[in-house]
């Protein structure tokens, strides 16, 4: 609906103010001398916001759910973090669950009931899909929605948007205690991948991920002319964001000897390629899943993921006496908000800061209250 609204200003000066409210838009306004005027803007901006949602349910009709997510893998993912890789299963679920419907037959009530199937499905580890899970596979369906809406003008809404999100808690902090760290390591050292140890070693003492670790190539990493210290530049990271990771002994010198080993396999010439290839296809790395689980089950070590060595390193530096702001720099966290988790850890740092406060302010005789006098 068009309203004009007449006004004043303190020096009595009338002008009109034209106001347009279509459900599912934001207003329009804009103010004129004229009233004539504001009221032909008005008639003209409504006309062609609806004509802009007539063209949008007539395309809402043509065009399938597959049509639109396979325009998205192809030409939205490739752009995002590791090409979009990660997002992909999700895309292929919804393709399958939703691909045959036009977008205007795709409801707010469709939706959920596919979520709550979804719910129900059980994962390659007989279990049901974490409520993080299902969170990202609801994510990418609803990104999909709004590229369609805003950028290609094939729906006039989403139907994501009015499906009730499952509540998420993210912040885990299992990590290992020494006596689990030295087991788990033991167990890693005599598996038969000879990768694991390594793999294993370097999450621990970098906080590095999974991913980060096994998209690793030897050009990425660099030492210093003096050799003074060794740096990993990762340019494929979960928030889009590259850094560069320290590399420290024992795991550098484990790196140093793996690349020593490979320039004389391969008869003087430089490392090159994935640091942890397949073995059946270099250009791909290699599955640790198995020997991973082999390895917890040989240390006796339950309820523990593989990201839980990023929780330890994490939770090391804390008991270190790391800031919240250093940690949040090693692990690649954009804010302090993630790393907030690790807070109760870093106890021990925070009373010496202000122990080291009041000896200053206040000096020794801080240390014993004053007496008072009966």
């Not at 009221?39 to 043509?62: D, F, L, P, V």
């Not at 590229?147 to 509540?167: D, G, H, I, L, M």
């Not at 290839?277 to 991973?292: C, G, H, I, M, Y």
Request: contains cysteine.
């Amino acid at each position: 609906m068009a309203a004009i609204r007449e006004r004043k200003d303190q020096n009595g000066k009338v002008s009109y103010q034209a106001q347009v409210r279509i459900q599912g838009y934001p207003p329009q306004s804009k103010t004129f001398l004229r009233k004539t005027d504001a009221k032909q803007w008005a008639i003209q901006t409504e006309t062609e916001i609806r004509t802009g949602m007539t063209i949008r349910k007539n395309s809402a009709s043509k065009h399938t759910v597959r049509e639109m997510l396979e325009r998205y893998r192809d030409n939205v993912l490739t752009d995002k973090a590791n090409g979009g890789k990660d997002h992909k299963t999700h895309i292929a679920w919804w393709i399958n669950e939703l691909g045959p419907y036009a977008l205007s037959e795709v409801t707010t009530d469709l939706v959920t009931r596919s979520i709550d199937k979804f719910k129900k499905s059980k994962t390659r580890l007989d279990k049901h899909p974490a409520p993080a899970t299902v969170l990202r596979y609801m994510m990418a369906l609803s990104h999909a929605f709004t590229v369609a809406r805003k950028e290609w003008n094939w729906c006039e809404s989403s139907p994501v948007e009015n499906v009730q999100r499952p509540k998420v808690n993210n912040e885990r902090t299992r990590y290992l205690t020494d006596a689990e760290r030295e087991s788990l390591l033991n167990a890693c050292e005599i598996s038969p991948n000879p990768d694991l140890y390594l793999v294993v070693l370097l999450a621990i003492s970098t906080g590095m991920r999974k991913g980060e670790i096994m998209g690793m190539r030897w050009q990425d990493i660099h030492t210093a002319p003096d050799q003074s210290f060794t740096r990993v530049h990762l340019t494929k990271t979960k928030n889009g964001k590259a850094r560069s990771v320290l590399l420290t002994s024992p795991a550098l010198e484990l790196l140093e000897d793996r690349r020593t080993k490979l320039v004389e396999s391969q008869e003087g010439k430089a490392a090159a390629g994935l640091v942890f290839p397949s073995t059946a296809n270099v250009t791909q790395p290699v599955d640790l899943r198995k020997s991973w689980s082999a390895a917890l089950k040989a240390a006796g070590i339950e309820e523990f993921r593989f990201h839980d060595l990023r929780h330890t390193t994490a939770s090391y530096l804390a008991m270190n006496g790391a800031s919240l702001l250093a940690i949040s720099k090693v692990l690649g966290h954009k804010t302090t908000k993630m790393t907030e988790r690790y807070s109760h850890l870093a106890t021990s740092h925070i009373d010496e800061v202000v122990r080291s406060m009041n000896a200053k302010k206040f000096g020794p005789a801080s240390k014993s209250a004053p007496t008072t006098e009966s």
